[in-house]
């Protein structure tokens, strides 16, 4: 089964001493994006297809190459959102 491993390409949380660079930071990143319906749906979207937002995106298409199951993705971007997550802990 093939899925996601954001730490490849994200940096998420301060504590990690490995993450890759490709892709931006997620650190804070709901403290910065808020919780709000168009962040919710913009984060599920741009993990689902990522190239409906960017062509030239080296981030996969994991919902549209059925990587990752719409309930996973739930999760990320819960993960990604929420006040509590590691990633929004400083």
């Known amino acids: 089964m093939r899925g996601g491993n954001c730490y490849a390409c994200h940096e998420l949380a ?3 001493l ?3 660079t490709i892709g931006p930071s997620l650190h804070n ?7 709000d319906e168009d962040t919710i749906k913009y984060v ?5 297809n990522s190239n ?8 996969p ?3 549209l190459h059925n990587w990752l199951t719409p309930e996973q993705i739930t999760h990320i ?3 990604l959102i929420d006040p509590e997550s590691p990633v929004n802990k400083d």
Do not use: L, P, Q, W
């Open 44 to 48: 599920y979207d741009k993990i689902y």
């Open 52 to 59: 409906a937002f960017s062509a030239c995106t080296n981030m």
């Open 18 to 20: 490995a993450y890759g």
């Open 61 to 63: 298409r994991f919902g």
């Open 29 to 35: 990143f709901g403290k910065m994006r808020g919780a």
């Open 14 to 16: 301060k504590k990690e």
């Open 77 to 79: 971007v819960a993960f």
